[in-house]
């Protein structure tokens, strides 16, 4: 078995003509080849062994226009339809391919910064590592493409059914107000002097 689990993101929204050459393959390189690569190391042995399972970690990002996020959301994309690809051309060779697409899991990724641990800032759309965890492994082999966390699976279910028409600019607006935010006004005019 497989798991790919990676990811990077942003340190926070940003256009993508504002984003570095280095934060672009940064993503890129870890969200996309690791991945691509790690997966195809592993499939000579699963295929002599005709068994086999790869789970790859994207994100609900990747269901929605993620304006200020783009080349994030873009990366979790590529992992979902890489994922149904390689689940129908060896579904007949006793392999079995899923990606999981949760929200927000009480991390020190979702929570940077925070005094308050993680864990103690979980919530029912935000659960703890240890209860998503316990979510995403009972799926395993279940399905191909799911959202574990049974909440995560309630809001992807509703998301989908709200037209990007909608759902782009609203969270346009979301992610201008943390990219206009005073802390990341001041990182990017940091990072355009260092440019």
Not at 80 to 94: Q, V
Not at 122 to 134: G, N, S
Not at 137 to 143: K, L, T
């Amino acid at each position: 078995m497989l798991v790919n689990n990676v990811g990077v993101s942003y340190d926070f929204c940003q256009w993508f003509h504002e984003l570095s050459d280095t934060e672009v393959q940064n993503i890129i390189s870890v969200n996309v080849e690791s991945v691509t690569w790690m997966t195809r190391l592993v499939l000579p042995a699963m295929l002599a062994k005709k068994k086999g399972a790869v789970v790859n970690m994207s994100s609900a990002a990747a269901r929605a226009p993620l304006p200020l996020l783009a080349q994030y959301s873009a990366s979790k994309g590529y992992l979902e339809n890489l994922t149904r690809s390689l689940a129908a051309e060896y579904a007949d060779k006793g392999l079995h391919f899923q990606c999981q697409s949760p929200y927000f899991v009480a991390t020190a990724m979702t929570f940077p910064n925070s005094k308050v641990p993680p864990e103690k800032r979980a919530t029912l759309m935000t659960p703890t590592p240890q209860k998503y965890a316990r979510a995403a492994v009972a799926r395993i082999g279940v399905d191909t493409m799911t959202s574990p966390y049974w909440a995560h699976e309630l809001l992807l279910w509703v998301q989908v059914r709200i037209p990007d028409a909608l759902t782009g600019p609203a969270l346009l607006s979301t992610h201008k107000a943390v990219r206009f935010h005073k802390k990341n006004v001041a990182k990017m005019e940091e990072k355009s002097k260092s440019a």
